[in-house]
């Protein structure tokens, strides 16, 4: 604890004697100044003990004295200590008045004792309390690596909540809890994922202080919600984790030396565990190559027990692209990885996430929460983009294929470009392979090169039509419909058949085509549809 006025008066060399404020001798002092100006306000910084001898005062006058101490408490004097038997032999009646009805402690200092004394006392005593504060902050430390190596990043958390005294939580990359201590705490940090969210978009290193509920759940304790701190881990770009610290009032500086020796200590496993990332991709490139390849046996023996897992179920292959390129320092495949690894640790799940490029390849399991978080982040960037409030760094394009085994991974690789392509197409952030096999082909035709084709290969029909001398493209479409059948054909337009028979025979001649071939009129039905679907 810091010197206080009370430790002051009773301390024995000094021999201080307390005349007014005795109600309020333990507030902290942070250090003692000896200042004879009638206004010594502009000098002091809050938290002084001021030591006078009225040399430039009239002690005596009750008005100046209010003046005088009543500016004092406005600048954060926390004690006055006034010298007797220099100036005054005793201190004045004025002073203790108006020293009394202010609240401000007034200390009497015997000839006997030199300002000198008290201001290497309270020198002392902060540098005791500082030395205090550095010794448990290394003891803080040593405590929390400790735990940290033992326990690993839960062990730390407890640690560290018990060095100051609250609560401790830990957020992955997406901004998930992992951990909390005590346990009750859990709730509290699931409170605070926005927090960590809007802390992610600053660069690295970020912190921040909020407030907390304030509110007792299940055992929690309320007041150590007051006051909680934010920090990013990690040394990158974007941070690979957060801390959470909440405590009952801002941190000392012993607890202060122990967050920040978690941070050191988590940023460290942080990293390291980035580096063990980074050999686990590059041995997930290589099973994704032997799968590709038609070799899920040499791909079974690479992935070990690494990967082994994912390999003996059901697997969806993703493929992600940045929707677009304009945005050179956008980072929308890291945001993805992040949320599609995070949801597969929260799950215990295997997955194998490979960059290949300008994009990424992910083998999940099939129904699991890696495939479940990459359709709610999509369907979460479709909704901004929707409502306006997409950013074009986190704009993706994402395709999925069907179930597939390691023996067909080559055919589902094949099925997420397909359905990738088709949502770049469609102006979409997701599609699966299964919509397109499931669905109807109509939606494929929503393409520029398929409605550039339909309307050149109808062009010379839609022309003839305009000039008045007959229906050929409604003809064509009513008999298409009919699969050829003239009176059915014929009925739906409201002509006769030889109307028809000789409309036909005009779209023939202008197409140079048959309509005999089973190919020309699947073409001609494309393009109608294609063309109607405008």
């Not at 926390?78 to 609240?103: M, R, T, W």
């Not at 015997?110 to 004394?117: G, Q, V």
């Not at 929503?446 to 008045?468: C, I, N, Q, S, Y």
């Not at 071939?517 to 001609?524: A, F, H, K, S, T």
């Amino acid at each position: 604890m810091p010197p206080t006025l009370a430790s002051l008066v009773h301390h024995s060399a000094l021999k201080l004697t307390v005349r007014a404020g005795e109600d309020r001798l333990d507030v902290p002092v942070r250090w003692a100044h000896v200042s004879e100006l009638a206004d010594p306000v502009p000098y002091m910084e809050g938290g002084e003990l001021l030591l006078i001898t009225a040399l430039k005062l009239d002690a005596e006058d009750p008005e100046a004295m209010r003046r005088y101490v009543k500016r004092l408490v406005g600048a954060g004097v926390v004690g006055l200590g006034f010298a007797v038997g220099v100036n005054y032999d005793d201190i004045p009646k004025a002073l203790a008045d108006a020293a009394e009805q202010e609240g401000l402690p007034l200390l009497e200092v015997p000839r006997r004792t030199p300002f000198l004394a008290i201001s290497k006392a309270v020198s002392a005593a902060i540098a005791a309390d500082q030395y205090r504060a550095v010794t448990a902050g290394f003891a803080a430390q040593r405590e929390l690596t400790k735990q940290a190596l033992t326990d690993g990043p839960e062990g730390l958390l407890a640690a560290l909540a018990a060095q100051v005294d609250g609560w401790a939580a830990l957020y992955d990359a997406s901004g998930a809890v992992v951990a909390t201590a005590p346990e009750w705490a859990g709730r509290r940090a699931a409170r605070l994922t926005a927090e960590v969210e809007r802390l992610r978009e600053r660069p690295a290193p970020a912190s921040v202080v909020v407030g907390g509920t304030g509110t007792a759940e299940n055992g929690e304790s309320a007041e150590n919600a007051d006051r909680i701190e934010l920090h990013t881990l990690g040394t990158g770009r974007r941070p690979r984790a957060a801390l959470a610290v909440g405590t009952a009032a801002a941190p000392g500086t012993a607890e202060r030396y122990a967050v920040h020796s978690a941070i050191a200590l988590l940023t460290l496993t942080t990293e390291r565990s980035r580096s063990l990332h980074a050999a686990e991709q590059r041995i997930g490139a290589a099973v994704l190559r032997m799968l590709l390849a038609g070799e899920p046996d040499h791909a079974r023996a690479v992935a070990g027990d690494l990967y082994g897992e994912l390999l003996d179920a059901p697997f969806r292959v993703i493929v992600a692209e940045p929707a677009s390129t304009a945005d050179p320092d956008g980072d929308a495949l890291g945001l993805f990885t992040e949320v599609v690894e995070a949801a597969a640790a929260r799950s215990g799940e295997a997955v194998l996430v490979v960059p290949e490029g300008e994009r990424l390849v992910v083998l999940a399991a099939d129904g699991g929460a890696a495939v479940a978080a990459c359709a709610r982040y999509a369907t979460a960037l479709e909704g901004a983009r929707a409502n306006g409030e997409g950013r074009e760094d986190e704009e993706l394009v994402v395709g999925l294929s069907a179930p597939a085994g390691p023996i067909a991974a080559a055919a589902a690789y094949k099925q997420a470009e397909q359905a990738l392509s088709v949502a770049r197409r469609r102006g979409r952030v997701f599609v699966e392979h299964e919509q397109l096999a499931a669905g109807s082909v109509l939606p494929l035709l929503a393409d520029d090169a398929v409605k550039a084709f339909a309307d050149g290969l109808l062009r010379a029909l839609h022309e003839h039509d305009a000039t008045g001398r007959g229906d050929l493209v409604a003809s064509l479409r009513a008999w298409l419909s009919r699969h050829g059948q003239w009176d059915a054909a014929a009925a739906d337009l409201g002509v006769h058949r030889h109307t028809l028979r000789y409309r036909m025979r005009r779209v023939e001649e202008i197409l140079g085509r048959s309509l005999d071939d089973p190919d020309v009129r699947m073409e001609l039905w494309l393009a109608l549809k294609a063309t109607s679907a405008d």
